[in-house]
């Protein structure tokens, strides 16, 4: 199994346990994929749930850039649910589960096809 593939393994029983969600895996294997070389960087693989900062990138460059989306206070919400969902005082969220869940939660799927 290649270290991509331990990752996403890894996601998934993120998405099981924390998330009490059964992850869609073709779908994950496509976000992780899109996340592209972050996903192997301690740092930009994960998403800080508490930084404004932070959110607001992942709100510009993934729901806007990358999903498509009008910018509106419904994606700052959104976030925050999903954070909510994978646990804020979960240390390490992992960007390729939180973008799993916004794409998701706006029936995004499309957009991996």
Known sequence: MGKRDELIARYADDLRTKCKMTPDM????????????SVYDADASTVAGGQASELETVKNNFLVKK???QDSPQLMDA????IETYGRSERNKYR?????????????ESVYN
């Open 26 to 37: 073709a779908l994950l294997t496509k976000v992780t994929i899109g996340c592209g070389p």
């Open 67 to 69: 999903l498509g989306l």
């Open 79 to 82: 976030i925050n649910s999903v």
């Open 96 to 108: 390729a589960v939180v973008y799993y869940m916004l794409v998701k939660h706006f029936g995004k």
